[in-house]
């Protein structure tokens, strides 16, 4: 399944910066918008990862996983 995010990106100055507007925290500054774009992508891969096991760590034993389409 294919998740499309948001990213919300503007150049301040020398930098750019920009933030997935669907994950609060994701957020990156870089020198280039592609090298902005590379680290936003790997920093929210990085967060659902985390955020996925921190869930089913909380889940405990028994726990079911099902997919939400919305």
Known sequence: MNQTYTAVVKQDG????????????VNCQEHSRSGLLDS???????????????????AGKGYEELNIAI
Do not use: K, Q
């Open 14 to 25: 020398t930098w750019w910066i920009g933030w997935i507007e669907e994950v609060p925290g």
């Open 40 to 58: 936003l992508r790997i920093t929210l891969i990085e967060a659902l990862e985390m955020n996925r096991n921190d869930a089913r760590r909380a």
